[in-house]
């Protein structure tokens, strides 16, 4: 049995993109995670370590955006993919990378990769 953890809306400054006015002036990444995991122990011993500290993931994939620059999301997805899995307890991470304010000569609202990636996937 996995129940789903969601943390949505995680904002954070990158300096990520082709363009070498990205790089150099960053923009805001928007970051949603979803999470497969059993909660049931937690819900059983009602302890904080027998479940994902979301507080704590959310501190480090900031920081995993936050940290060198990368040209494509692809990328910055994966790094934020690999961070959710790093707890054993997470058997799936869907993982949604939104860069509002993309480089493009078009009105539109958002640019969005979704992934979803289990730990054998970044084997």
């Known amino acids: 049995m996995v129940d789903e ?3 949505s809306g995680i904002e954070c400054w ?26 049931r122990p937690a819900a059983a011993s009602d302890d904080l370590r027998d ?5 704590s993931l ?4 900031k920081a ?5 620059p990368v040209d494509l999301i692809e990328t910055l ?3 934020i993919s690999e961070v959710c899995l790093l707890d054993s307890r997470v058997e799936w991470a869907r ?3 939104h860069k509002p304010n993309a ?21």
Request: no cysteine; net charge negative.
């Open 51 to 55: 479940t994902v500290d979301y507080g």
């Open 77 to 79: 997805i994966h790094r």
């Open 95 to 97: 993982v949604t990378v």
């Open 5 to 7: 953890l969601s943390v």
């Open 14 to 39: 990158g300096h990520h993109g082709v363009f070498e006015q990205e790089k150099r002036e960053g923009q805001p990444f928007v970051i949603d995670l979803v999470l497969g995991l059993d909660t």
């Open 103 to 123: 480089p493009i000569d078009a009105t539109f609202t958002d640019v969005t990769l979704t992934t979803t990636r289990t730990r054998e996937d970044l084997s």
């Open 64 to 68: 995993a955006v936050e940290r060198d």
């Open 58 to 61: 959310v501190a480090q994939v």
